[in-house]
């Protein structure tokens, strides 16, 4: 005998339901599949944030506009958390330059709309020797007012390699 809810996710119509819309969302403007190198071409275009030295590292900012492709945003009006996750990465990388992520941490506190600006900032926190502590966010503009507010928060641990061949 088995459980409703196993019965219910085995019904043939709810599994046809839920394939027909993550097919219409997940290729809605294109049926040609993007490689991870065309993804990263693209999200990488005009990618040039401002970099300051502050006391123990760099901090940086990046202010920029995104058009993705409905089909790298998974919901409709709603920016894939892993692109953010990769932005951050990206620019807290760019700020410790050598040294290797070995902890990212992100928190999401509200939809990130594809179309409006983004204001990505990261700076050091730390510095233990080889480790680099950063934080991180994303700040996107308030619906109502208009303001930046925080939509994501990430902190991130950075390692130098002891070997810098590595």
Not at 139 to 152: I, M, Q
């Amino acid at each position: 005998m088995q459980l409703p809810l196993k019965t219910a996710l085995y019904r043939p119509a709810w599994t046809q339901k839920l394939v027909k819309y993550h097919h219409k969302s997940a290729i809605e403007t294109s049926s040609t599949p993007m490689s991870a190198n065309v993804l990263k071409t693209a999200l990488m275009e005009g990618y040039k944030p401002s970099f300051r030295t502050v006391s123990i590292g760099k901090a940086a900012d990046y202010t920029t506009t995104l058009r993705p492709q409905q089909k790298i945003c998974f919901y409709p009006g709603k920016l894939h958390g892993g692109i953010q996750a990769f932005y951050l990465d990206q620019i807290f990388a760019d700020c410790c330059a050598g040294a290797l992520t070995a902890n990212l941490a992100i928190s999401y506190f509200r939809p990130v709309n594809p179309q409006a600006p983004l204001r990505i900032s990261t700076w050091p926190v730390k510095r233990e020797g080889r480790k680099v502590y950063m934080e991180g966010s994303i700040k996107v503009p308030d619906h109502a007012t208009g303001a930046l507010v925080e939509a994501v928060r990430a902190t991130a641990l950075f390692i130098t390699p002891k070997n810098k061949a590595v």
